[in-house]
């Protein structure tokens, strides 16, 4: 799993769910699969910023850090790059598991069809 540490020094490790995207396009509007927003999330350090909260949402809950803390432990270009670096790091995983389900399915799919008989 992705991680980075913040100003505090907290560890936190981002993971992409759909309750993630969810809340995600909750707070910003943004759908997370519209491509111009899934090619510039990086460019937005706000979007960036909220997805990464919402990643690291079981942890953050449990450490009683609201959105508002958690941002205010970026505080500075080097670890906004590592954040940003993790959150890109945590989508491509979703992503390439959405695919392979996907391919999985296809693949079952089509193994279906084929052992049929017709008569």
Not at 3 to 19: M, V
Not at 56 to 80: H, P, T, V, W, Y
Not at 82 to 104: C, H, N, V
């Amino acid at each position: 799993m992705p991680r980075f540490k913040d100003a505090t020094g907290r560890e936190w490790t981002l993971r992409i769910t759909c309750a993630t995207l969810q809340h995600f396009e909750e707070k910003t509007g943004a759908n997370i699969f519209d491509p111009k927003v899934l090619s510039g999330i990086d460019k937005s350090l706000g979007k960036m910023c909220t997805l990464a909260y919402f990643a690291c949402g079981e942890q953050a809950r449990k450490l009683n850090i609201s959105q508002e803390e958690f941002g205010e432990g970026i505080d500075s270009d080097l670890l906004m790059m590592a954040m940003i670096e993790a959150g890109g790091e945590a989508l491509m995983l979703f992503f390439q598991s959405r695919q392979s389900q996907d391919q999985k399915a296809a693949d079952s799919a089509s193994r279906g069809h084929g052992s049929k008989s017709t008569k």
